[in-house]
C-alpha cells in the first residue's frame, strides 16, 4: 500500500511539473504573437531631384518616430531635429537644396522627430531645390 501510495505521488508530481512547463511554453507563444502584431513595416524611398537613390521596407514597433526609424534603418545627419544628410546626400543650402518628404504621397507639416509612423505607411525623402 506505501509503494502504491509513494507512486500516486511521484505520478501526481510530474503531472504538475509538465502542466507548469505548459503554460510557460504558451505563455512563451503569448509573448512572441504580442511582438509580432506590434512589429509595423513601412517603405522608405529616397530620391534626388527625382532620381530614386534608394528604397527600403523598414520594421519598427507601434508609436515609433520616423527620425528614430530613418537613423536605425540609414546614414543619417541631423541638425535641430532636421535631416540634413541621408546616405552620404546632404543638403546644399548654398543651391537651397534641402531634404523635403511626403508620407502616403502628401506633404509632411512636421519634422521627421514628430512624425508617429503607421503600419504600411509609404515616405518618400526627396533632396530637391525648395521653391
Same mark, same amino acid.
Given at each position: ?6 507512486m ?6 510530474a503531472? +504538475?511539473?509538465?502542466?507548469?512547463? +505548459?503554460?510557460?511554453?504558451? !505563455? ?6 504580442? $511582438? ?11 530620391? /534626388?531631384? +527625382?532620381?530614386?537613390?534608394s528604397?527600403?521596407?523598414v520594421?519598427?514597433? $507601434?508609436?515609433?518616430?520616423l527620425? =528614430?526609424?530613418?537613423? /536605425?534603418?540609414?546614414?543619417? $545627419? ?13 543638403? =546644399?543650402?548654398?543651391? !537651397?537644396? &534641402?531634404?523635403? &518628404? ?11 522627430? =514628430?512624425?508617429?509612423? !503607421?503600419?504600411?505607411? $509609404?515616405?518618400a ?7
Amino acid at each position: 500500500m506505501k509503494k502504491a501510495l509513494h507512486m500516486l505521488s511521484a505520478l501526481l508530481l510530474a503531472a +504538475g511539473i509538465l502542466a507548469g512547463c +505548459g503554460t510557460t511554453e504558451q !505563455s512563451q507563444q503569448n509573448n512572441q504573437q504580442a $511582438e509580432q502584431q506590434t512589429e509595423q513595416q513601412a517603405t522608405i524611398t529616397l530620391t /534626388e531631384d +527625382g532620381e530614386e537613390v534608394s528604397s527600403k521596407e523598414v520594421a519598427f514597433e $507601434e508609436g515609433a518616430n520616423l527620425m =528614430d526609424v530613418m537613423k /536605425e534603418n540609414f546614414e543619417v $545627419e541631423e541638425d535641430a531635429g532636421m535631416i540634413t544628410s541621408i546616405e552620404g546626400h546632404s543638403q =546644399d543650402e548654398g543651391a !537651397s537644396k &534641402y531634404w523635403l &518628404y511626403t508620407v502616403n504621397g502628401e506633404m509632411a507639416q512636421v519634422g521627421a522627430a =514628430d512624425l508617429e509612423l !503607421s503600419d504600411e505607411d $509609404e515616405v518618400a525623402f526627396n533632396l530637391q531645390k525648395a521653391s
